[in-house]
């Protein structure tokens, strides 16, 4: 019997796109509150759904330790936890069914579940913790359980159906913590590491666990949802992120990690210092990590390689400064060709995520993206539209031209919920031509790097690639919305000459635009 067990809504033979790439990684945010709260002495169970089927899993779950307090506790630092899936949403109300019927208390915390509080309360959770949540859980657990006299609806970072008025209750907020040394490692040993290393050298041939360095992210991209870390940003020592990395090659033996943080190397100096004590612990091992355009200096590249950095994801987004502006992304469309120059001469691969839609958004800023992407090459991109989700500027902006359908099914539904410059169909295609451009491209250029989880994909032949933008340029005749949503700092652009991306080709890596 367990006094508490944990478990997440995520599972990923649920999501189509993420079955196709086939990474799942462990729960780290499930896994820090499980390792504080054992830590505490309470006994704690874990239930991962990331592999595991969630209906019939749980329940077996909940019977094998027969706990007083279920906690669904997504993994707030997973991307796909912080897309509010409406998937992960029925699993979690799902979990949320079986517990009650167990008699346990539920406690529910994640983006989705602070978004949508009132229902999630509804749907049967005793309490929604809002934010940074292992202390709110580690609390509340003791006035569950009779281990502190503390009133629960008075425990700052939560949410409840008041007892007296039956309305909402919230409770004042919980600061962050400061000190993140002072968390205990995740406990990975709840978990079943051996199905992950089995899945994903079945995959690859290689196995990769996550990490993380840094809470939060204190930039301002309007589009950008923040419901757990708000505008803050704290972050590890060096020193303890070396040792993390040294203990996932040498007792679990991950050969490589993916760090999951929303913003890597943020810290003047960090860099260097992770470099310098991965050296000395001979830590070393291949990452990836998401890092901004203007922060990939020359020192902080190199301090990167020599940490052992493999791969960088940057938030591009768009090739057009207009748009870049009036997402106040705060980089600049200049710089995007310097940096990836920089990774590739240090042998980092170069990854862009790309954002279509952005209100005021016409073709010419398309198609400014599509050269851009072209002009400097990069290893990889993922492509999206924007979604609103609660909590931004964006979101505030359109929040009215939104039907019933607010959230994606899963990763890869890609539906423009507002009033988009055009209909779904367009950026689906113009998604398939731009990843297969790339693929293209890079058949043409050797892969050196290691552990590059993408590196079996096969171009397309340049017959397929110019029927793939005939198509994107025929819908985008077809699909464009009349009523378009424009923003007031998006003034309409004089028309600009149209280039045919259709005649594009790749021979020899090289390019030709007629």
Not at 260 to 288: C, M, N, R
Not at 353 to 369: H, K, N, S, V
Not at 431 to 439: F, Q
Not at 467 to 487: A, G, S
Request: charged content about 25%.
């Amino acid at each position: 019997m367990a006094d508490i067990l944990l478990t997440h809504s995520y599972h990923l033979f649920y999501d189509v796109k993420q079955v196709r790439k086939m990474q799942p990684y462990p729960p780290l945010g499930t896994l820090y509150a499980a390792a504080l709260l054992r830590q505490q002495g309470f006994s704690v169970a874990l239930f991962d759904a990331m592999l595991e089927d969630p209906e019939r899993g749980f329940v077996a779950a909940l019977e094998q330790h027969r706990p007083q307090i279920v906690a669904v506790y997504e993994d707030n630092f997973n991307f796909l936890s912080k897309m509010c899936l409406t998937r992960m949403r029925q699993v979690a109300y799902s979990a949320m069914e079986a517990a009650r019927r167990s008699g346990a208390f539920v406690i529910v915390n994640g983006s989705d579940a602070t978004d949508h509080t009132e229902d999630y309360l509804r749907q049967g959770a005793d309490f929604v913790l809002i934010g940074e949540a292992e202390q709110t859980l580690l609390e509340l657990s003791r006035a569950l359980l009779g281990k502190s006299v503390a009133d629960p609806q008075s425990i700052p970072g939560l949410s409840c159906i008041d007892r007296r008025s039956h309305g909402l209750h919230r409770s004042a907020a919980r600061p962050l913590m400061p000190n993140l040394d002072m968390i205990p490692s995740p406990a990975r040993d709840l978990i079943d590491i051996g199905a992950y290393r089995r899945t994903w050298k079945a995959a690859h041939d290689f196995f990769s666990l996550n990490l993380v360095a840094s809470r939060g992210c204190p930039y301002h991209c309007n589009w950008c949802a923040k419901p757990i870390y708000g505008q803050t940003f704290h972050v590890r020592s060096a020193a303890s992120v070396a040792a993390e990395m040294k203990q996932l090659k040498e007792i679990y033996q991950a050969e490589h990690v993916w760090f999951a943080d929303d913003i890597f190397g943020l810290k003047p100096g960090w860099l260097l210092e992770l470099a310098g004590h991965v050296e000395s612990l001979q830590a070393k091992i291949p990452f990836k990590a998401q890092c901004r355009i203007d922060l990939m200096t020359e020192a902080n590249v190199r301090a990167l390689q020599r940490a052992g950095c493999a791969e960088v994801w940057l938030g591009v987004e768009s090739g057009s400064q207009r748009i870049l502006d009036a997402m106040e992304k705060g980089t600049r469309v200049q710089d995007v060709m310097i940096v990836r120059k920089r990774l590739g001469a240090s042998g980092i691969r170069a990854c862009f995520f790309l954002q279509f839609g952005y209100p005021g958004e016409d073709w010419d800023d398309i198609q400014a993206t599509i050269r851009l992407v072209r002009d400097t090459q990069p290893d990889d991109i993922g492509v999206s539209v924007s979604y609103p989700l609660p909590g931004t500027k964006f979101y505030d902006r359109v929040s009215a031209q939104l039907g019933e359908k607010r959230n994606w099914i899963d990763s890869d539904d890609l539906a423009v919920m507002f009033k988009g410059a055009y209909r779904n169909e367009f950026y689906h295609a113009l998604r398939t031509a731009l990843h297969a451009d790339v693929d293209c491209r890079r058949g043409h250029r050797a892969v050196t790097s290691a552990h590059v989880e993408d590196s079996e994909r096969k171009p397309v032949p340049a017959s397929d690639l110019t029927r793939l933008w005939t198509r994107v340029e025929e819908l985008e005749k077809t699909c464009r919305n009349t009523d378009r949503t424009l923003l007031p700092t998006l003034p309409e652009t004089a028309p600009r000459r149209r280039r045919s991306y259709a005649d594009a080709v790749v021979s020899d890596g090289q390019t030709s635009i007629s």
